[in-house]
């Protein structure tokens, strides 16, 4: 499938970063918060995998010849929720990697592949996966899906370079958006503008009061999983991602 992406301008003397993520960990609201901030900073912004989902493009089938794009110092790439079918050069950049509870990605992915997602008219591999998912219980689109996590897990360990990777955990900063933007910015060595961090967080800090299955943010309480989900879903979930439950601690 070919299509065309816009790159803005690279910023001289800029430290590259990128942004990962799993889907469904709050990478829109990081990327959403990090873009808002970057903005008005003149800090140019891109998001491949975002503008692929547009245009209908599935992202694991954007391939080498992408990478062209990624060849530019001094650019903050977002929306990488898995690792891209290329490898990325990471040397000397920063890496930022958002991880959550996959129980809880599983559940949450259920809800927004069957109800909330909007799906872009080119998107006919979303309508696929949205068909699909309609025909399964919540129980067994987690099971089916499970794999998924584990693979990214296990990529995300190997290609990601720890002496330059900043982790954060969805649990820890979802209910402190604040916080974790200002972390972010001292991360990247950005301007520290304390106003322009409270404005962004003030647009993008949504709870909703009650469950919505309809919503993108259908409800952001860690745990739901245990609502939502069989005692014995668990208990294979939990052999499934035990590796990645135990590296991010969430046992």
């Not at 309508?127 to 990529?155: C, G, P, T």
């Not at 939502?228 to 135990?246: G, H, R, V, W």
């Amino acid at each position: 499938n070919d299509y065309r992406v816009t790159l803005p301008q690279p910023l001289p003397g800029l430290k590259s970063a990128f942004f990962f993520s799993f889907h469904k960990s709050g990478s829109t609201l990081m990327d959403n918060m990090v873009s808002a901030y970057c903005k008005p900073l003149e800090i140019p912004t891109f998001s491949l995998f975002n503008s692929a989902f547009d245009e209908g493009i599935p992202t694991n089938e954007i391939q080498e010849d992408a990478g062209v794009c990624f060849s530019s110092e001094g650019m903050f790439y977002l929306g990488f929720r898995h690792y891209p079918a290329f490898d990325l050069n990471l040397a000397g950049a920063r890496s930022v990697l958002l991880v959550r509870d996959p129980r809880d990605m599983l559940v949450s992915m259920y809800y927004s592949v069957v109800k909330s997602h909007v799906i872009p008219e080119k998107n006919k591999n979303f309508l696929r996966s949205r068909h699909a998912a309609e025909q399964m219980s919540v129980d067994e689109f987690v099971l089916n899906k499970s794999a998924l996590y584990v693979n990214n897990f296990k990529k995300y360990r190997r290609k990601l370079p720890a002496e330059t990777l900043t982790t954060y955990r969805y649990e820890d900063v979802i209910y402190e958006k604040e916080v974790w933007l200002r972390q972010i910015v001292a991360d990247l060595e950005l301007p520290l503008d304390r106003k322009l961090i409270s404005r962004t967080v003030k647009q993008f800090d949504i709870i909703p009061e009650h469950e919505d299955q309809d919503q993108h943010i259908r409800q952001v309480h860690p745990g739901n999983y245990q609502v939502k989900l069989q005692p014995e879903t668990i208990e294979i979930l939990n052999d499934k991602l035990s590796a990645f439950l135990s590296y991010y601690n969430y046992l």
